[in-house]
């Protein structure tokens, strides 16, 4: 296997689980992974430190409360919610938005933030 097919089925697993650890924090329907993992694959990419990135062609999207940070998965599956609806489910009801405190815990800081923004922006708006 070349470096490159190395690299995206790397992304892709990374992307996969991503998508996995947020389904219930966007109601994303069970049915909906492999196509949300798709598209979600089309600007996912590996910066020079390994991390997880999206972007469209060299422009990194930003994310977080500045718009400095490159875009999370829970961000952009948050974006995604607008584009594909049909991918989700209904709202979440209520508070945590579907989540355990066990899987809130689980989350990255970044994703425990973009939860609290949209909580807030659900709560205030």
């Known amino acids: 296997m070349s470096y490159e097919k190395k690299i995206a089925a790397m992304t892709r697993a990374v992307v996969r689980a ?3 650890n ?3 924090a966007v109601n994303l329907r069970p049915s909906a992974i492999e196509d949300t993992v798709e598209r979600l694959m089309q600007t996912a990419a590996v910066d020079d430190d390994g991390r997880l990135i999206y972007k ?4 990194i999207l930003r994310g977080g409360d500045q718009g400095l940070d490159p875009i999370t998965t829970l961000e952009r599956l948050q974006e995604l919610r607008t584009s594909a609806p049909h ?3 209904e709202a979440a009801s209520a508070g945590n938005q579907g989540l355990s405190q066990a899987e809130i815990d689980k989350l990255s800081p ?3 933030i973009a939860l609290a ?3 807030a922006r659900h709560k205030h708006g």
Not at 56 to 59: A, L, N, Q, S, V
């Open 87 to 89: 991918l989700f489910g």
């Open 22 to 24: 947020a389904e219930k």
């Open 110 to 112: 970044e994703d425990k």
């Open 56 to 59: 469209i062609g060299t422009t």
């Open 117 to 119: 923004n949209e909580l």
């Open 18 to 20: 991503d998508v996995k």
